[in-house]
């Protein structure tokens, strides 16, 4: 470790945060990609073939890093969070193609909170009331945003499908995030972002002989665009998770409406209001609360 006060180390306390900050950014990114790709090709084909590109990309990685087969407990959990993380953003998707990114993300936002009490409940993790606070005040953001963004628009019934569908992402995704802490536990970022997707895309796959197609040269742009971004998201969300415990990090989930506010302005003209800024206020004033509450955890990934 570097003993120079202006550096920073892996091993830093913020380093879990600055790691999952970084993902989640990134993942952003990716979802802008992956709703121009579902709007082109429809949200099943955009997931499928994500999760094939990503297999491909990691899987040289992998054996290069001295890839060793995962144990059956691992495997186990690597089929689980594939199958949860399939559905929830196939869900996801199919709803962002009917609603702006920044309502679709904010929508998505009550699975940090969600996940904070499965966490203590599922790993036995304590909720302390910095995090408690510092959630609220990233959901009280959220609800900010959602209302201004809401207020606005028209309710229509498509609108209405998408709302659900990504609440039931949400719920998935509360789920995931859980397993995504067990599974950091058990095995390293690379093990973790390779099993994943390939577990995503058997689980799609078993229905391409009836709802496959081949997307247009764009749209596998975009989809190559979104796995790229999704398989270095996975490393390093993978990492800051085995590194600190998951209600000091869920916060930092807020800050992806950040991201899809700006995305969704520069790809698809959606404007950045009021509200939008107001929200964006509490949600980084929550996530500056829970950061002091970091606590590295001595692992080996």
């Given at each position: 470790?570097?003993?120079?006060?202006?550096?920073?180390?892996?091993?830093?306390?913020?380093?879990?945060?600055?790691?999952?900050?970084l993902g989640?950014?990134?993942?952003?990114?990716?979802?802008?990609?992956?709703?121009?790709?579902?709007?082109?090709?429809?949200?099943?084909?955009?997931?499928?073939?994500?999760?094939?590109?990503?297999?491909?990309?990691?899987?040289?990685?992998?054996?290069?890093?001295?890839?060793?087969?995962?144990?059956?407990?691992?495997?186990?959990?690597?089929?689980?969070?594939?199958?949860?993380?399939?559905?929830?953003?196939?869900?996801?998707?199919?709803?962002?193609?009917?609603?702006p990114m920044?309502?679709?993300?904010?929508?998505?936002?009550?699975?940090?909170?969600?996940?904070?009490?499965?966490?203590?409940?599922?790993?036995?993790?304590?909720?302390?009331?910095?995090?408690?606070?510092?959630?609220?005040?990233?959901?009280?953001?959220?609800?900010?945003?959602?209302?201004?963004?809401?207020?606005?628009?028209?309710?229509?019934?498509?609108?209405?499908?998408?709302?659900?569908?990504?609440?039931?992402?949400?719920?998935?995704?509360?789920?995931?995030?859980?397993?995504?802490?067990?599974?950091?536990?058990?095995?390293?970022?690379?093990?973790?972002?390779?099993?994943?997707?390939?577990?995503?895309?058997?689980?799609?796959?078993?229905?391409?002989?009836w709802l496959?197609?081949?997307?247009?040269?764009?749209?596998?742009?975009?989809?190559?665009?979104?796995?790229?971004?999704?398989?270095?998201?996975?490393?390093?969300?993978?990492?800051?998770?085995?590194?600190?415990?998951?209600?000091?990090?869920?916060?930092?989930?807020?800050?992806?409406?950040?991201?899809?506010?700006?995305?969704?302005?520069?790809?698809?003209?959606?404007?950045?209001?009021?509200?939008?800024?107001?929200?964006?206020?509490?949600?980084?004033?929550?996530?500056?609360?829970?950061?002091?509450?970091?606590?590295?955890?001595?692992?080996?990934?």
């Open positions: 470790m570097s003993s120079g006060s202006g550096s920073f180390h892996r091993d830093h306390p913020a380093a879990p945060f600055a790691a999952v900050t989640i950014a990134l993942f952003s990114v990716m979802d802008a990609l992956m709703k121009n790709a579902s709007i082109a090709a429809g949200a099943y084909n955009a997931m499928l073939l994500r999760s094939v590109f990503g297999t491909a990309l990691m899987f040289p990685l992998w054996k290069w890093r001295g890839g060793q087969w995962p144990d059956r407990a691992a495997m186990k959990l690597h089929a689980l969070r594939g199958a949860v993380s399939g559905a929830m953003a196939t869900s996801f998707f199919w709803g962002l193609v009917r609603l920044a309502e679709g993300i904010a929508l998505s936002f009550i699975a940090p909170l969600i996940a904070l009490y499965l966490a203590s409940v599922l790993l036995g993790e304590q909720v302390g009331k910095r995090a408690l606070i510092a959630s609220l005040l990233g959901l009280a953001g959220v609800l900010v945003i959602a209302a201004g963004r809401l207020g606005e628009g028209q309710f229509s019934r498509d609108a209405a499908w998408g709302i659900g569908s990504i609440l039931l992402s949400a719920v998935l995704y509360a789920f995931n995030l859980i397993l995504q802490r067990k599974q950091a536990q058990m095995a390293g970022p690379i093990e973790v972002a390779l099993f994943q997707t390939v577990f995503v895309a058997l689980f799609l796959g078993l229905a391409a002989p496959a197609a081949v997307p247009g040269t764009r749209a596998l742009v975009d989809i190559f665009g979104g796995a790229v971004l999704a398989m270095i998201s996975l490393m390093v969300i993978s990492w800051g998770y085995g590194r600190a415990e998951a209600q000091a990090l869920l916060p930092i989930e807020y800050t992806a409406f950040v991201w899809a506010a700006l995305m969704g302005w520069w790809m698809f003209a959606e404007p950045v209001t009021v509200a939008t800024l107001l929200g964006v206020v509490l949600i980084v004033i929550g996530c500056w609360i829970a950061a002091p509450r970091v606590h590295i955890e001595e692992t080996a990934l």
